[in-house]
């Protein structure tokens, strides 16, 4: 099993939907959690992170943690074409020495 | 400014030639990290480092090899022995502590011809 496992997609959704991206970790000890987007042929760029149990908003996306379920997810409320791109969930292991990524979600948003 | 650096940007490999791809930093962080990513895939860690002088293999190590002389640089050989090298390849940093996030270099595409 992988430390860190997200649905590769694509994840398609019509623009103004929401879209939801979903993130499992097997590392009970993990505390800090962190999405980046992935444009083609660019490098990923941080784009939220959550340490807390709950939700935390920034702007138009939300990202939830549930440690005792082990999951983490990013919501993209009113989606737009420009959000399409791979997002990619990180997660702090080894008691912090490294950060682990998953392989990534392609998300389309089509007009 | 601070930022993590790789170069070059473009690289192409004959069959059978050895190439090394540059990762500098100048963030003062500890962990250094190489991944690779093929067109419409996720990122493979190919090796990490956490201290200098120390490096430990990833999910995809067989055909690379890495040094970590200074904190500063985590440079990335790809091998003979790497049969299909073609991809596109990330550098990153990041402290060694709890709640901080990795930095990315631009990324290196290597094309064997």
């Known amino acids: 099993q992988k430390e860190v496992e997200q649905n590769s997609g694509p994840l398609s959704v019509p623009e103004g939907a929401i879209a939801s991206l979903n993130c499992t970790y097997s590392d009970r000890g993990s505390q800090s959690f962190f999405w980046y987007r992935q444009y083609s042929g660019k490098s990923p760029e941080l784009i939220m992170f959550i340490y807390s149990n709950g939700d935390k908003e920034d702007g138009r996306f939300t990202a939830q943690l549930n440690k005792a379920s082990q999951y983490v997810s990013l919501l993209i409320r009113d989606s737009q074409p420009s959000d399409s791109a791979t997002y990619l969930c990180a997660v702090n292991t080894d008691a912090g020495n490294m950060l682990t990524f998953g392989g990534g979600t392609r998300l389309m948003v089509k007009p | 400014d601070g930022g993590i650096t790789q170069s070059p940007k473009y690289l192409f490999r004959k069959e059978g030639q050895n190439v090394t791809l540059s990762c500098e930093q100048n963030l003062n962080h500890d962990a250094m990290y190489w991944y690779r990513q093929d067109p419409g895939q996720g990122l493979r860690l190919i090796y990490y480092s956490q201290i200098v002088n120390d490096f430990q293999k990833g999910d995809i190590a067989e055909g690379y090899s890495v040094s970590r002389e200074k904190k500063e640089s985590f440079p990335l050989t790809v091998t003979s022995a790497q049969k299909n090298p073609t991809a596109f390849y990330l550098c990153?940093?990041?402290?060694?502590?709890?709640?901080?996030?990795?930095?990315f270099g631009q990324g290196t595409r290597l094309t064997v011809v």
């Open positions: 990153a940093s990041s402290l060694r502590q709890m709640n901080t996030e990795a930095f």
